[in-house]
């Protein structure tokens, strides 16, 4: 049956990842991504151990392509009475989000009063920015994620 050879296809992508052979667990990840299974939840985790492949490796562009899939996936296939794959959705967008974060840390409030306004202004827009895309975070009603989110607000301030 076509259903049970993706599902081997993902038990094997996992089996591979176990084992340490990333490369290989990526490429049936994908295999079993691009097959679109009717295992929404599969599918979404599939989608999220490529991109965390892809992270681990250094690939910062494609994770973060696919961390975006994740989230996507995750609206696409959820109903409101059956919700799938919001752990996996909640940390792809956490990670997305923590860019901010590091954007925020980058701006220095300089030595020079007449441009420290316009610093502070910047940091004020950029904290804002990083709450709004928590709050979204924590939509997705995920414990750990919660608790990341609120920690990361906190150093922020």
Do not use: C
């Not at 049970?4 to 667990?25: C, H, P, S, V, Y």
């Not at 300089?110 to 316009?118: H, L």
């Not at 939509?139 to 990341?148: Q, T």
């Amino acid at each position: 049956k076509s259903a049970d050879k993706w599902e081997a296809i993902f038990l094997m992508a996992k089996l591979q990842e176990r084992r340490g052979n990333i490369t290989k667990a990526q490429e049936f990840y994908k295999q079993y991504y691009d097959a679109r299974p009717r295992n929404a939840a599969g599918l979404i985790e599939a989608a999220y151990m490529v991109a965390v492949i892809h992270a681990r490796k250094g690939r910062r562009n494609e994770a973060e392509e696919w961390y975006k899939k994740v989230i996507f996936q995750q609206r696409t296939l959820s109903k409101p009475d059956a919700p799938v794959g919001a752990s996996f959705a909640a940390e792809s967008k956490y990670i997305l989000v923590s860019k901010t974060f590091d954007e925020l840390r980058a701006i220095k409030i300089p030595a020079d009063p007449s441009r420290q306004a316009r610093a502070v202004q910047e940091k004020l827009q950029k904290l804002e920015r990083l709450k709004e895309q928590l709050k979204d975070v924590i939509k997705y009603d995920d414990g750990p994620m919660i608790v990341n989110s609120l920690a990361l607000i906190g150093q922020a301030y």
